[in-house]
């Protein structure tokens, strides 16, 4: 029996309810429907252009009138919109449940999400589970959703004391069924994880291509001659202002601390350029190029 | 009439020699053999096994018995060996050349490479021209070498006041017989150029594995769960040590100048964090995604 299988074996939501239908919310929706786990997926969007959109493209089935009837009889709703608008969603949505519902979201950063809405949902009667898939493009809205993009992805959920067991069961099911492998992880370890592996990285390229960009001793368009390499190298750089903003507003601790520690690497490999030390130079290089080759070998799953 | 037409019309080589026959060298062979422009190849390495490699995937047509055998009767040499090992390769190959040969290189730095092989050449009667191609993969060596690697990419050359116009026509040639758009260019320039848009972006690459990767807080490896953004980011950080070794030592002023730079935006970014400041952290996302984006763009050619 394959992974897939047993993941949804026997699992089944009559209606989920996406709340934000871009990338992440989109792409879990249209997952679920090709597991064939969900009856119904409902949604709604702060934008109802990319509402339109996600109807347009059958990632959502209904059309809702209403926030209200949008949620209404879900099993499951999915908070999918930046970490930032995530608390004044939940506020919405929450009143609006069958009590004993489920509540996920998909937010980025975790400790300043749970701290938020699981008092929220627990006053009224809801079941909330923190999660956040780890995979995602430089791409957003409903246009950019696609069935695939959790297959074999990490998916980590962030369960505190107070999460329902069954809740639990039920989310790490849907990712599951989903194509995810979800990890149960300490929500300060997320953060702190998150901020060394995908906050930093985006901070970094932003900082680069405004710092390139902005160099300006000759007259022509300096990145014109840039290859391949910088454009890879560039393409989270192409990533959702709104929400890196709220990442870096709500990630703070952890990003400083990894930012603190890159500007320290960064600095030690200065220094030894400035004294033109091949040795070490030679060293830095090949110990980073060890550990970027062993990522890339295929893992056994 | 095509361009590539237009270039090799009229164009024909008989015998060039390929001192270093790896990504930069196998693929320059590799892409005028296929344009029809180049009678013999002959190549020379450093590494026996990968001189064999290159033989043997018929990058090179010719077995040399040695550096002499290999040099004798070329009318145009390549240098494409690390930067740091250039003047020594020039030093070795002069004096095997025909008087009246070309010499060219294909070193990611140019002035000191240019300052160290003019005088040497000229003494020796032999035409020097100093060049680059801004292209390459992270990968190197005899095997990594195709035929494709150069098309629709920039090379750069960066004549001085004393480059023998002819032999600067005949490189330019070449170069675009291999699928190059050929720029020319003061060489300070050009270093200045590469080290904002590659050279820096690779040191932030390499300090960057090297900072995720020194992340000892946990005792799994937190590497495990970074995404295909993680991995796209830090492919360069597998390019070769000794390589960028090189171009660290033989760069730095123009490099250091880029760090200093690069540092001051990470700077002003990590106090916009620091300071919750949500708006000017929304600005330096957004500048950085317009530019960004505006590098994918399909240009007209």
Redesign the interface.
């Known amino acids: 029996m394959s992974k897939l299988d047993k993941a949804t074996s026997g699992f089944y939501l009559h209606k989920i309810t996406i709340i934000g239908v871009g990338l992440i919310g989109g792409s879990f929706a249209l997952a679920l429907k090709r597991a064939g786990v969900v009856a119904t997926v409902s949604g709604w969007d702060a934008n109802p252009e990319n509402l339109s959109l996600a109807n347009q493209l059958q990632i959502v089935d209904q059309h809702s009138a209403s926030l209200a009837d949008a949620v209404h009889g879900a099993e499951l709703v999915m908070l999918a919109v930046p970490v930032?608008a995530m608390e004044a969603a939940a506020r919405e949505v929450l009143p609006l449940m069958d009590r004993g519902a489920i509540l996920t979201d998909s937010g980025s950063v975790k400790q300043c999400v749970l701290e938020a809405i699981e008092p929220l949902a627990a006053s009224q009667g809801i079941r909330y589970v923190a999660g956040h898939p780890?995979?995602?493009?430089e791409r957003s809205g409903a246009g950019a959703a696609f069935a695939e993009l959790y297959q074999g992805?990490?998916c980590?959920l962030t369960p505190s004391a107070a999460t329902d067991p069954d809740a639990l069961a039920t989310v790490q099911r849907a990712w599951q069924c989903a194509g995810s492998d979800v990890v149960l992880m300490d929500v300060q370890?997320h953060d702190?994880?998150?901020a060394?592996?995908?906050h930093?990285?985006?901070?970094?390229?932003?900082?680069?291509?405004?710092?390139?960009?902005?160099?300006d001793?000759?007259e022509e368009n300096?990145?014109d001659?840039?290859?391949?390499?910088?454009?890879?190298?560039?393409?989270?750089?192409?990533?959702?202002?709104?929400m890196?903003?709220d990442i870096?507003?709500t990630n703070?601790q952890s990003?400083?601390e990894?930012?603190d520690?890159?500007?320290?690497?960064?600095r030690e490999?200065?220094n030894?350029?400035?004294q033109?030390d091949?040795k070490r130079?030679?060293e830095?290089?090949?110990?980073?190029?060890v550990?970027?080759?062993a990522?890339?070998q295929p893992k056994v799953r």
Do not use: C
Request: hydrophobic share 45%.
């Open positions: 930032g780890i995979s995602g493009t992805k990490r980590i370890k702190r994880i998150l060394a592996i995908s930093l990285p985006h901070m970094i390229a932003y900082s680069l291509v405004n710092s390139v960009s902005s160099y001793r000759y300096i990145l001659y840039s290859a391949g390499g910088f454009r890879d190298f560039t393409r989270i750089a192409s990533s959702d202002p709104v890196w903003r870096a507003l703070q990003l400083i990894m930012i520690q890159f500007e320290g690497f960064l490999l200065k030894d350029i400035q033109g091949g130079l030679y830095f290089f090949l110990r980073s190029k550990t970027r080759d990522l890339i």
